[in-house]
T-cell receptor
Framework: KAGVTQTPRYLIKTRGQQVTLSCSPI?????VSWYQQTPGQGLQFLFE???????NKGNFPGRFSGRQFSNSRSEMNVSTLELGDSALYLC??????????????FGQGTRLTVV | AQRVTQPEKLLSVFKGAPVELKCNYS??????LFWYVQYSRQRLQLLLR??SRESIKGFTADLNKGETSFHLKKPFAQEEDSAMYYC???????????FGTGTKLQVIP
């Protein structure tokens, strides 16, 4: 079974630009979550989607948005980029309920650098 | 609300010394607790979950509901244990997984 796939792996953008990151979950997983990982703040939750609906949202400004498609693939968008948005963005998918446990499977992340 | 607290950002131990990575949680029901690990240049992956009560790579973690803790322990640290460790919680019947901010374990040779 293919793992969680994130594209692109690396991005360099300038301040003020916008960026879209993509995540393809494991086949059959309907829950997709996004996290921002930085050395100083660790792993911070951005949002979670389930069946195309945003189910939870973290404490990030409105410049961070996302969506999920009918095939469970998800995209994350950051507008008006700031230097502080430089981070590793991780996507994780989880299996559907009823499988006995909830585990998050992570992609390798997209390394975003804002210059 | 679900919350996971890892009080230490960095834990340095000597090779062969015992390791304890602390994790405290807040959840009103019966949670599922996990430890995830991220080795250098690898993806974040599950290390162990409390319901399976297993030892993985010499690590164990016991859920203490009275103290709402799920500390990760290993009796003798090895250099290859150096990594970032995240404690995580999931509420029963719900898929959202809440992570702590992580502890970097550094094993000194």
């Amino acid at each position: 079974k293919a793992g969680v796939t994130q594209t692109p792996r690396y991005l360099i953008k300038t301040r003020g630009q916008q960026v879209t990151l993509s995540c393809s979950p494991i086949s059959g997983h309907r829950s997709v979550s996004w996290y921002q990982q930085t050395p100083g703040q660790g792993l911070q939750f951005l949002f979670e989607y389930f069946s195309e609906t945003q189910r939870n949202k973290g404490n990030f400004p409105g410049r961070f948005s996302g969506r999920q498609f009918s095939n469970s693939r998800s995209e994350m968008n950051v507008s008006t980029l700031e230097l502080g948005d430089s981070a590793l963005y991780l996507c994780a998918s989880s299996p559907p309920p009823g499988q006995g446990y909830t585990e998050a499977f992570f992609g390798q992340g997209t390394r975003l650098t804002v210059v | 609300a679900q919350r996971v607290t890892q009080p230490e950002k960095l834990l340095s131990v000597f090779k062969g010394a015992p390791v304890e990575l602390k994790c405290n949680y807040s959840y009103s029901g019966s949670p599922e607790l996990f430890w995830y690990v991220q080795y250098s240049r690898q993806r974040l992956q599950l290390l162990l979950r409390h319901i399976s009560r297993e030892s993985i790579k010499g690590f164990t973690a016991d859920l203490n509901k009275g103290e709402t803790s799920f500390h990760l322990k290993k009796p003798f640290a090895q250099e290859e244990d150096s990594a970032m460790y995240y404690c995580a919680l999931s509420g029963s019947g719900y898929q959202k997984v809440t992570f702590g901010t992580g502890t970097k374990l550094q094993v000194i040779p």
